[in-house]
């Protein structure tokens, strides 16, 4: 087995007429995930930086046409903990456990959040219940599926890994009942399809887009409108693909944001007057919600074990349920 350390490799061809002048450490910090201008001048001074295949100083000013390539090595991520964490389980048996999500909740350890996790609390609750005599970090392989961190709503988790790989193949081949319920600006039709590949978006590397078909990972999405508002919609939402942000980056797409979604254009006022109450409403809805209107309602599939169909629903959460009543209340559709 080699002992050569992993490595994170970015490489980056700065294109005609633009970025011309710029410090080559702003120039990275812009294109790399999770990057600070401090992380990056270290990477720089540590000779983990080339351009044009030699090192160059932080305040190297970069030219059209100039290649960065970089590779740094990965640090071993912290070990995970069991920690004591209020989680609403709804359901659990000897091979799985089906967990209501609450939003704000990572699912997984990773970069900025290696504690609070969905993971560290199910750490504790599998100690707690006695449910292994091995080391319960074995739990973390057995999340199926994630939701972001501000969508609420329902989660299956593996507790063995022949239950893993049963429930995994379920949702590669989408023999898995998913739906959403979601909050958007203006009035789409009835029902519809989005269909468009996902990927980075070369502007922001932090942010999803719709690419040109090859260029980002097939995604579809089905969606029905379940009432209508005089500028928003609740929406039902199916994915037939499984993709970062599917949801809230199809919906933007097509120009229906997710209400609250500070990330995806949510947060404005996109459809009908911006103006005296209204205005004021809609900033008030929007700061208490503090997240997408999104929330994972159902979720169906055959278990590995007993091979009946089993099935969950989750009510809206206070938040996601306060707007609705809210708009109800002041924004009746006038269809």
Request: proline residues 5%.
């Amino acid at each position: 087995m080699s002992d050569t350390p992993k490595t994170t490799i970015y490489e980056f061809k700065v294109p005609p007429g633009q970025h011309e002048a710029i410090r080559l450490d702003v120039y990275i910090t812009q294109f790399v995930e999770n990057a600070t201008r401090n992380k990056v001048q270290d990477a720089i001074k540590s000779g983990y930086v080339w351009v044009n295949g030699k090192h160059e100083k932080s305040s190297y000013k970069m030219l059209p046409g100039d290649e960065i390539y970089i590779e740094l090595p990965i640090a071993p991520p912290p070990e995970a903990v069991a920690e004591e964490l209020p989680l609403d389980i709804v359901y659990e048996d000897e091979d799985l456990l089906v967990v209501n999500k609450a939003a704000g909740m990572v699912v997984h350890p990773a970069y900025g959040n290696w504690t609070g996790t969905l993971v560290n609390g199910l750490m504790h609750h599998v100690e707690e219940l006695g449910d292994r005599d091995d080391d319960s970090e074995d739990l973390r392989p057995g999340i199926v599926h994630r939701l972001d961190k501000d969508t609420s709503g329902l989660l299956v988790v593996a507790k063995n890994d022949a239950t893993l790989a049963n429930l995994s193949a379920k949702f590669a081949e989408k023999d898995v009942e998913r739906s959403y319920w979601t909050v958007v600006w203006g009035t789409p039709p009835e029902e519809g399809t989005i269909e468009g590949d996902i990927g980075r978006s070369k502007h922001d590397r932090k942010l999803m887009t719709v690419l040109p078909n090859g260029r980002g990972k097939h995604a579809v999405t089905h969606y029905k409108v379940l009432e209508y508002f005089d500028y928003l919609s609740l929406v039902e939402v199916r994915l037939e693909t499984g993709r970062t942000h599917q949801i809230r980056v199809h919906l933007a797409h097509i120009g229906h944001h997710v209400f609250g979604d500070p990330t995806y254009g949510g947060t404005s006022v996109r459809f009908g007057p911006n103006t005296g109450s209204r205005k004021v409403m809609f900033h008030k809805l929007i700061t208490d919600l503090g997240r997408q209107a999104l929330h994972a309602k159902t979720l169906g599939f055959e278990h590995p074990s007993t091979r009946k169909m089993i099935r969950f629903e989750s009510d809206l959460p206070h938040d996601m349920q306060h707007v609705l009543d809210m708009l109800r209340e002041h924004c009746s559709a006038e269809f």
